[in-house]
């Protein structure tokens, strides 16, 4: 998710993290522009399907509705646009009110290379994230910094989440057996028992 000051921060990170590229004259997202990419989390392949949505206000009607069954979501701001940075309390509040409760929040702070032009403290924004309870980095799509480890942290918190709900789901809804329950095996029918029926339970 981007600011409408720098509409293609997040573009860049997606093509770089999905495709390894990085194009300079990049436009910027009209709507959604959408991604995929598998990455291993304890041993298993997870597929992320990525949503980049524009940050203007005239696509915003269409955008919010992403907001709904997101598991994650990536805040991008410019470090040497301090604008960007402060439209982000902004997009975290659109999330906090769309999205679902336990949705995983991480600020990115972009363009890292542009230390020289850096407007946005990185001890603020850490601060800004800690406050908030958002998992914090800063990147660059230029030269990869930090990119990789973006997205792989934010998608293994997520999986993990997820893997822990999923499980608390299953305990939650099975049930144990009884003392006044027998686990009862029907052998398979065979030519000799077709068109008769087969007693599989008993009244204990």
Not at 18 to 34: A, D
């Amino acid at each position: 998710m981007g600011n409408r000051d720098d509409e293609y921060d997040f573009f860049n990170l997606l093509s770089r993290f999905t495709r390894n590229e990085f194009n300079l004259e990049s436009k910027s997202t009209i709507g959604v522009e959408f991604a995929t990419r598998s990455i291993q989390v304890d041993g298993k392949t997870i597929k992320a399907q990525i949503w980049d949505t524009a940050g203007q206000e005239r696509y915003r009607a269409i955008t919010s509705a992403y907001y709904r069954g997101a598991v994650g979501a990536l805040l991008v701001y410019d470090i040497a646009k301090h604008l960007t940075y402060e439209n982000v309390e902004r997009w975290l509040k659109e999330l906090r009110d769309h999205a679902d409760n336990n949705i995983v929040i991480m600020l990115v702070g972009n363009k890292s290379d542009l230390r020289h032009l850096r407007a946005v403290p990185t001890d603020e924004a850490r601060a800004f994230a800690e406050k908030n309870n958002l998992s914090f980095i800063e990147t660059s799509a230029l030269d990869s910094t930090n990119v990789e480890e973006a997205f792989k942290n934010i998608l293994t918190e997520i999986y993990r989440i997820v893997s822990q709900k999923q499980i608390a789901e299953r305990s939650a809804h099975d049930e144990s057996p009884g003392n006044n329950v027998v686990d009862i095996s029907v052998p398979p029918t065979t030519d000799g028992q077709r068109g008769s029926k087969l007693q599989c339970c008993q009244n204990l």
